[in-house]
């Protein structure tokens, strides 16, 4: 018998949702889906998604099973950064809609079951918010600005920047300024794009704002914040020098003096009895690039954050040593601060998983070929029902349940992610996987609005539109919808903080977790296993015998032993 899912024990969506709504520490468990609202779902026709769009999809997402919606930023912005270089951090940016938008998508959701977590970014803001503007209108000496990293430059002129510091998105971290008399003046650090200028988390002013934004969102209704760079905040003292030219390779490897510095946890403990005045387990998430799952463990420490994205995790190949070996430290970090685990296997900001399983192992985060997109597929789901089966939170990036692969052929005169423009730093090719998702097989944008699309679409997205695959076994969309209801109605997944590893073959992952088993084989080539209860679902097409199962090459599945 060969079998890709099944539907046995499947909950009704509305059982789902009246779980969803009322249990507590939802968060140690939930399933997170982000919406980067310029690509999910245009209601105006403009091409741009928007809150308004957003709103309209809340009940397919209620559908696929997931916990809670993470809004990529729509806040005021210049869009020098896909809106991560903010102008004004209480109001909603028009090509999104505005604060009553906002206010009704919050509403449908908790109408339909679903949390709503929104982007913040401490670390930096736009250089046309208020304060740099007028910063840099008044001239040194103002104090705004000591509300960021305003420095004079070395050389006999100044004309050198105040430290040998590098954008990650290329270049130096230093910008200088014309004073208002038109002379070369003072340097500002942005350790992004020149348009993102770094707060001076040292003033108390920067903190007393953001504690500020932070109610102003919770009174709004808002049930947490993923924090944009959230080891990024506090710098060295006295900003020294790095010393090294090739500073990029470091990062992700050693503390640096602009990442990872202990200071940012004073921060966090602040924000900490802010969110716990409100009622409703309201949460924080970290964005936090760090050396090691220990130093990322420091960030969720009981007074301080709830999670952290676990980027080790993302960054592994699918192979059952590296993937056991990381299992195994996050899970060890997170047990002493009493925090759950994450798993995340996509976001904005990375190839999807389906075309960098598509590739050779070793070539990052950001893949510029299309690679093997049959295997690329094949192991992603794999990817996805291990992630699904493991203890703690799993977030789910927006087009990854219909299977998307990332865009790498997109036309240079089309894209817009900074970077790209920029002659070092990060590889700039993030548009790819932001490329607006198909909701139906036709039409000038695949169902994502009426005029087009932003970024340009494939010509094969409508085969993967979620009309394409609803109801239909097999596909990408109903392997997410089933185990995603799977995951919710057995207990034994979901919260915890270990797994019991079983004995399998080489190159084949299997764990146990009360009555539920998985066993990945991430090899080339099929393998044997024990039948280990009643099949639940898996990846691919297995052949069941008397009491073995034949799992073939980049498979996952799951059983039940009740």
Request: charged share 25%; hydrophobic share 35%.
């Amino acid at each position: 018998m060969s079998q890709q899912h099944s539907s046995a024990g499947t909950p009704t969506s509305e059982a789902a949702v009246a779980t969803v709504a009322t249990r507590r520490d939802w968060w140690r468990d939930a399933v997170i889906y982000q919406v980067y609202p310029r690509s999910f779902a245009d209601s105006n026709g403009d091409g741009m998604g928007d809150l308004e769009g957003v709103r309209s999809r809340l009940p397919y997402l209620r559908d696929l099973g997931v916990d809670a919606v993470w809004l990529s930023p729509f806040y005021a912005s210049p869009q020098a950064d896909a809106g991560y270089d903010v102008a004004d951090y209480r109001a909603v940016d028009p090509m999104f809609g505005n604060l009553l938008d906002a206010d009704a998508l919050i509403r449908d959701a908790h109408e339909l079951g679903l949390r709503v977590i929104v982007d913040l970014v401490p670390n930096h803001s736009s250089d046309q918010h208020e304060w740099f503007r007028r910063a840099v209108a008044e001239g040194p000496g103002s104090p705004l600005r000591e509300r960021y990293h305003f420095r004079p430059g070395k050389g006999k002129n100044g004309e050198l920047p105040p430290n040998d510091w590098e954008s990650i998105f290329g270049g130096p971290s230093w910008t200088r300024v014309t004073e208002p008399d038109g002379t070369p003046g003072e340097w500002y650090l942005h350790l992004f794009a020149p348009e993102q200028p770094d707060f001076n988390w040292e003033h108390p002013a920067v903190g007393d704002e953001f504690r500020s934004i932070l109610r102003f969102w919770l009174d709004m209704g808002v049930d947490g914040f993923r924090i944009d760079v959230a080891h990024g905040l506090v710098k060295a003292d006295g900003l020294p020098d790095l010393g090294s030219h090739d500073q990029l390779k470091l990062l992700g490897n050693d503390v640096m003096p602009f990442f990872d510095q202990d200071g940012v946890h004073a921060v966090y403990r602040q924000w900490r009895k802010v969110l716990d005045e409100y009622a409703g387990e309201r949460i924080f998430v970290a964005e936090a690039w760090t050396p090691t799952v220990e130093r990322t463990a420091l960030y969720v420490r009981p007074d301080e954050l709830h999670q952290a994205f676990n980027f080790q995790y993302l960054g592994t190949a699918w192979d059952a040593t590296e993937l056991r070996e990381v299992i195994d430290r996050t899970l060890e970090s997170m047990r002493p601060v009493g925090a759950p685990a994450t798993w995340v296997l996509s976001n904005h900001d990375v190839t999807r998983h389906a075309t960098r399983f598509a590739n050779p192992p070793g070539l990052g985060t950001q893949i510029r070929t299309a690679g093997d997109r049959e295997l690329g597929l094949r192991r992603a789901r794999a990817a996805t029902l291990l992630m699904l089966a493991l203890p703690g939170s799993a977030y789910v990036y927006q087009g990854e349940e219909l299977g998307l692969p990332d865009v790498v052929d997109l036309p240079d005169e089309v894209r817009q992610d900074p970077a790209y423009f920029r002659g070092e730093g990060q590889d700039g090719f993030r548009d790819g996987c932001r490329v607006p998702i198909p909701w139906t097989r036709d039409g000038s944008s695949y169902g994502f609005g009426a005029g087009g699309s932003w970024l340009p679409q494939p010509g094969t997205w409508g085969e993967l539109s979620v009309e394409a695959q609803a109801g239909v076994p097999g596909s990408t969309l109903e392997l997410y919808r089933s185990a995603l209801a799977f995951r919710r109605a057995h207990t034994d997944l979901g919260a915890g903080d270990s797994v019991e590893w079983l004995r399998a073959p080489e190159g084949v992952l299997a764990l146990r977790r009360g009555e539920f088993v998985c066993v990945a084989n991430t090899t080339d080539r099929p393998v044997t296993v024990p039948a280990y209860g009643r099949l639940l679902l898996s990846s691919g097409e297995v052949a069941e015998g008397e009491g073995a199962t034949t799992v073939p090459a980049d498979t996952t599945v799951w059983w039940t032993t009740g």
